[in-house]
C-alpha cells in the first residue's frame, strides 16, 4: 500500500511538472496526406489493413467486403467481390484476414455462429476455396507452413492444418483470456501468444476485477497428448508474467493494449503497449532471447496436489508429445507457470494525457520511433527513448473518429491508417514542417530528416553531409534581417511572429522589455490596438526551447503621416516604378 502510495505521488509530481514534455512539439494536419474514398461499402468499421508482398496494394476489409487499394493513385478502391458480395442473404461475415502463402496474396475467413469457411485470393483476385471448420474463426492469427493458429478470447488459442482440418489442437476452456498477439520464433520451433488474463481471488473466482499481462509458448511440433490425457490439447503451453512497471513489487501496467515487433540483426524486440488502473499509458520493450531464456531455465510456480516432473523439463520442444508421460501431461493440464517474470530492457516510456489504442514501431539509422494511435484518431511520431519526446502529432481526419486499423510501410515510409468511414496515409518523411531554418530542423529530433545545406530533407542513403544529430547552436540574429513597415497613426496593427514548436516559448520584445503575444495555431501575435508615435522603434520575436535561444524575426515600425495609407518598405521600388511611368 505505501508503495502504491509513493507511486501515485511521483506521478503527481510527473504530471505537474513535464506537462509540456509530454504534448508534440510539432501538430500537422494535413500535409502528406491522401485520402483513399472506399466505393459501396457496407456501414461496419473497417477492420484490418493488410499489405500485399506481391503487387504493393494495400488490401482492407470490414466485416462484410474486401477492397484493393492502389497505393500509386487516388482513385477509389474497388471492391473484390467474393461469394458473399453483394448477396444479402449471406450471413457469413469476415473475421480474419491475413498475407497468404506462395503466390496467394491473402487467406480470408468468412464465419457465422459456429461455423467458418477460408478461401485464398490470388493476385488476380480470385479466390479458391481453401477449408472449412466447425469453429469461429479470429484475430489474432499466425501462418506457420500449413498450420493456421487462431485465437478466441475467453477460450484460448487453436490450432488447425488447412490440408487436413482433422489435424488440429484445441486449448483448455480459459474464460478470462483476452489475446492481442501471435508471433513465431526464427526458426518457427515455437508460437508466443501476448494475453491478459483476469486474475483469480482467494475464492478462486474471478471476480477480482485485476488482470495479469502474460506471454505463453507453445510448441509447434506439438501434437497433442495421449489418449488418456489431453489428447487433441496443448502438452507444451506454459506461460510467464510479463512486468512493466516503475517500482520494483508493483504492476502498475497490467492491461495490454497493443504489440508490435521489430527484428535486429541478433534479436527479435517486442514492444507492448500497456494502459493501467489510473487509464494512462506506457510502452514496454523485451526481448525475445529473455523471454527463452526464463521459459528454459525458471522454476514452476507450486501448484496444489501436483509437482513438477523430476525427469522431463515441461515445455521443451523434442520428442513425440503423444508419448509423455502421465506425470507430465497431469501437470501441463493445470497451465503452469514459471516463477521468473519477463523484465523489460529498460524503464517504461509513461505517456500522461493521452490514451493510446494502437503501435507500429520503425527503426532508422539505428534510432527506434514509435507511432501511437490517439482516441481521438490522431497519431503521435515519438523517438523510443528516454525521457519521453513527442516529434509530431498527426491529425489526419477531418473530424475526431477511432482508428480501427494501423499499418506501417517501412520501406516506403508511409502509415496508413483507417477509421469507420475512410483509409488515409501518411508520408511519414514530410521534413519541410519543420521550417527553412537547419536550427529548427535540429531541434525536431526527427530521425527521417536532416538538414543537407539547404533544407530539412528526407535521410536516404545517398544523403552526403547531412547534419542529423547534434545540438542547435542559439543565435543572437536572424537570417531574415529586419522588416521595415510604416503604419498610419491611429490605425490597428500586429506583428506576426511564425511558430513551428509546442515545445518553445515565444515572445515579442522591444529593447529588455517583453511584450506578452497572443498565440493562434501557428503564431504569436502582437498586438497594437492604436498607432502612436510611443509604438514607433525596434521589435524582436524570440523563441527560447530547452537550452536554444533564437531570433524569429524583426520588424521596424515607424508612423506615416497619412492616416489612410500602409506602406511596407519592401514595396517602395515598385511604387517609385509606377510612379515614374505614370509622369512619363
Same mark, same amino acid.
Given at each position: 500500500?505505501?508503495?502504491?502510495?509513493?507511486?501515485?505521488?511521483?506521478?503527481?509530481?510527473?504530471?505537474?511538472?513535464?506537462?509540456?514534455?509530454?504534448?508534440?512539439?510539432?501538430?500537422?494536419?494535413?500535409?502528406?496526406?491522401?485520402?483513399?474514398?472506399?466505393?459501396?461499402?457496407?456501414?461496419?468499421?473497417?477492420?484490418?489493413?493488410?499489405?500485399?508482398?506481391?503487387?504493393?496494394?494495400?488490401?482492407?476489409?470490414?466485416?462484410?467486403?474486401?477492397?484493393?487499394?492502389?497505393?500509386?493513385?487516388?482513385?477509389?478502391?474497388?471492391?473484390?467481390?467474393?461469394?458473399?458480395?453483394?448477396?444479402?442473404?449471406?450471413?457469413?461475415?469476415?473475421?480474419?484476414?491475413?498475407?497468404?502463402?506462395?503466390?496467394?496474396?491473402?487467406?480470408?475467413?468468412?464465419?457465422?455462429?459456429?461455423?467458418?469457411?477460408?478461401?485464398?485470393?490470388?493476385?488476380?483476385?480470385?479466390?479458391?476455396?481453401?477449408?472449412?471448420?466447425?469453429?469461429?474463426?479470429?484475430?489474432?492469427?499466425?501462418?506457420?507452413?500449413?498450420?493456421?493458429?487462431?485465437?478466441?478470447?475467453?477460450?484460448?488459442?487453436?490450432?488447425?492444418?488447412?490440408?487436413?482440418?482433422?489435424?488440429?489442437?484445441?486449448?483448455?476452456?480459459?474464460?478470462?483470456?483476452?489475446?492481442?498477439?501471435?508471433?513465431?520464433?526464427?526458426?518457427?520451433?515455437?508460437?508466443?501468444?501476448?494475453?491478459?488474463?483476469?486474475?483469480?481471488?482467494?475464492?478462486?473466482?474471478?471476480?477480482?476485477?485485476?488482470?495479469?499481462?502474460?506471454?505463453?509458448?507453445?510448441?509447434?511440433?506439438?501434437?497433442?497428448?495421449?489418449?488418456? /490425457?489431453?489428447?487433441?490439447?496443448? @502438452?507444451?503451453?506454459?506461460?510467464?508474467? &510479463?512486468?512493466? %512497471? $516503475? *517500482?520494483?513489487?508493483?504492476?502498475?501496467?497490467?492491461?495490454?493494449?497493443?504489440?508490435?515487433?521489430?527484428?535486429?540483426?541478433?534479436?527479435?524486440?517486442?514492444?507492448?503497449?500497456?494502459?493501467?488502473?489510473?487509464?494512462?499509458?506506457?510502452?514496454?520493450?523485451?526481448?525475445?532471447?529473455?523471454?527463452?531464456?526464463?521459459?528454459?531455465?525458471?522454476?514452476?510456480?507450486?501448484?496444489?496436489?501436483?509437482?513438477?516432473?523430476?525427469?522431463?523439463?515441461?515445455?521443451?520442444?523434442?520428442?513425440?508429445?503423444?508419448?509423455?508421460?502421465?506425470?507430465?501431461?497431469?501437470?501441463?493440464?493445470?497451465?503452469?507457470?514459471?516463477?521468473?517474470?519477463?523484465?523489460?530492457?529498460?524503464?517504461?516510456?509513461?505517456?500522461?494525457?493521452?490514451?493510446?489504442?494502437?503501435?507500429? /514501431?520503425?527503426?532508422?539509422?539505428? @534510432?527506434?520511433?514509435?507511432?501511437?494511435? &490517439?482516441?481521438? %484518431? $490522431? *497519431?503521435?511520431?515519438?523517438?523510443?527513448?528516454?525521457?519521453?519526446?513527442?516529434?509530431?502529432?498527426?491529425?489526419?481526419?477531418?473530424?475526431?473518429?477511432?482508428?480501427?486499423?494501423?499499418?506501417?510501410?517501412?520501406?516506403?515510409?508511409?502509415?496508413?491508417?483507417?477509421?469507420?468511414?475512410?483509409?488515409?496515409?501518411?508520408?511519414?518523411?514530410?521534413?519541410?514542417?519543420?521550417?527553412?531554418?537547419?536550427?529548427?530542423?535540429?531541434?525536431?529530433?526527427?530521425?527521417?530528416?536532416?538538414?543537407?545545406?539547404?533544407?530539412?530533407?528526407?535521410?536516404?542513403?545517398?544523403?552526403?553531409?547531412?547534419?542529423?544529430?547534434?545540438?542547435?547552436?542559439?543565435?543572437?540574429?536572424?537570417?531574415?534581417?529586419?522588416?521595415?513597415?510604416?503604419?498610419?497613426?491611429?490605425?490597428?496593427?500586429?506583428?506576426?511572429?511564425? @511558430?513551428?514548436?509546442?515545445?518553445?516559448?515565444?515572445?515579442?520584445?522591444?529593447?529588455?522589455?517583453?511584450?506578452?503575444?497572443?498565440?493562434?495555431?501557428?503564431?504569436?501575435?502582437?498586438?497594437?490596438?492604436?498607432?502612436?508615435?510611443?509604438?514607433?522603434?525596434?521589435?524582436?520575436?524570440?523563441?527560447?526551447?530547452?537550452?536554444?535561444?533564437?531570433?524569429?524575426?524583426?520588424?521596424?515600425?515607424?508612423?506615416?503621416?497619412?492616416?489612410?495609407?500602409?506602406?511596407?518598405?519592401?514595396?517602395?521600388?515598385?511604387?517609385?516604378?509606377?510612379?515614374?511611368?505614370?509622369?512619363?
Amino acid at each position: 500500500m505505501i508503495l502504491t502510495c509513493v507511486y501515485v505521488l511521483f506521478m503527481w509530481i510527473i504530471c505537474v511538472h513535464s506537462t509540456r514534455r509530454h504534448d508534440a512539439r510539432v501538430i500537422d494536419t494535413d500535409r502528406g496526406v491522401i485520402h483513399y474514398s472506399i466505393g459501396n461499402r457496407s456501414d461496419s468499421d473497417f477492420i484490418k489493413l493488410v499489405k500485399s508482398f506481391t503487387n504493393g496494394s494495400v488490401l482492407v476489409a470490414d466485416q462484410e467486403n474486401l477492397y484493393s487499394i492502389n497505393t500509386s493513385k487516388q482513385e477509389t478502391a474497388p471492391q473484390i467481390k467474393d461469394q458473399c458480395a453483394g448477396n444479402a442473404k449471406c450471413e457469413y461475415t469476415i473475421s480474419l484476414l491475413r498475407n497468404g502463402l506462395d503466390e496467394n496474396l491473402l487467406l480470408v475467413c468468412r464465419s457465422k455462429e459456429e461455423e467458418t469457411k477460408c478461401y485464398n485470393l490470388n493476385s488476380s483476385h480470385s479466390f479458391s476455396f481453401q477449408f472449412d471448420y466447425g469453429i469461429n474463426i479470429h484475430e489474432p492469427s499466425l501462418l506457420v507452413g500449413d498450420m493456421l493458429y487462431f485465437t478466441k478470447s475467453n477460450s484460448g488459442l487453436y490450432r488447425i492444418n488447412q490440408k487436413d482440418t482433422s489435424d488440429r489442437i484445441w486449448p483448455h476452456p480459459a474464460a478470462t483470456e483476452t489475446y492481442v498477439k501471435l508471433m513465431a520464433s526464427k526458426d518457427t520451433t515455437k508460437v508466443f501468444s501476448f494475453f491478459t488474463e483476469k486474475q483469480r481471488s482467494v475464492g478462486g473466482d474471478y471476480g477480482s476485477g485485476l488482470w495479469i499481462p502474460r506471454v505463453s509458448q507453445i510448441c509447434t511440433n506439438d501434437r497433442g497428448g495421449s489418449k488418456d /490425457v489431453l489428447q487433441f490439447s496443448w @502438452t507444451s503451453k506454459i506461460n510467464a508474467r &510479463l512486468y512493466c %512497471g $516503475g *517500482v520494483e513489487g508493483e504492476q502498475p501496467f497490467s492491461n495490454i493494449v497493443d504489440v508490435d515487433t521489430v527484428t535486429t540483426h541478433n534479436d527479435v524486440k517486442i514492444y507492448v503497449l500497456f494502459r493501467n488502473f489510473w487509464n494512462m499509458s506506457a510502452v514496454c520493450v523485451y526481448n525475445m532471447s529473455q523471454i527463452n531464456s526464463v521459459f528454459s531455465s525458471s522454476e514452476f510456480m507450486e501448484m496444489k496436489n501436483i509437482k513438477a516432473p523430476a525427469d522431463h523439463r515441461p515445455g521443451q520442444c523434442d520428442g513425440d508429445s503423444t508419448r509423455l508421460k502421465a506425470d507430465v501431461l497431469r501437470f501441463m493440464k493445470e497451465g503452469p507457470e514459471v516463477k521468473d517474470r519477463i523484465m523489460p530492457e529498460t524503464a517504461p516510456l509513461i505517456f500522461l494525457h493521452h490514451h493510446y489504442t494502437h503501435i507500429k /514501431v520503425d527503426t532508422i539509422k539505428k @534510432t527506434t520511433v514509435l507511432y501511437l494511435a &490517439l482516441e481521438s %484518431g $490522431g *497519431v503521435h511520431k515519438v523517438l523510443g527513448d528516454q525521457p519521453v519526446f513527442i516529434i509530431t502529432e498527426f491529425r489526419p481526419f477531418r473530424n475526431r473518429t477511432r482508428i480501427t486499423s494501423m499499418l506501417l510501410d517501412t520501406t516506403e515510409k508511409r502509415l496508413y491508417v483507417s477509421s469507420a468511414k475512410e483509409v488515409i496515409h501518411i508520408d511519414l518523411q514530410m521534413c519541410h514542417v519543420y521550417g527553412e531554418d537547419n536550427d529548427e530542423c535540429v531541434l525536431s529530433r526527427d530521425p527521417y530528416c536532416c538538414w543537407n545545406g539547404y533544407q530539412c530533407a528526407p535521410v536516404s542513403r545517398n544523403t552526403v553531409q547531412c547534419l542529423r544529430i547534434g545540438v542547435a547552436q542559439s543565435k543572437p540574429e536572424t537570417d531574415g534581417g529586419v522588416t521595415m513597415s510604416i503604419v498610419p497613426p491611429s490605425s490597428r496593427y500586429y506583428l506576426d511572429c511564425p @511558430t513551428i514548436s509546442c515545445h518553445a516559448s515565444y515572445h515579442w520584445y522591444r529593447g529588455n522589455t517583453r511584450l506578452e503575444c497572443v498565440r493562434s495555431h501557428n503564431a504569436c501575435l502582437y498586438l497594437i490596438e492604436s498607432m502612436n508615435e510611443t509604438h514607433e522603434g525596434s521589435y524582436r520575436c524570440e523563441s527560447t526551447e530547452g537550452g536554444y535561444h533564437g531570433i524569429i524575426t524583426r520588424y521596424e515600425l515607424r508612423m506615416n503621416a497619412s492616416p489612410t495609407l500602409t506602406v511596407n518598405t519592401a514595396l517602395l521600388p515598385c511604387l517609385l516604378l509606377l510612379l515614374t511611368h505614370l509622369l512619363s
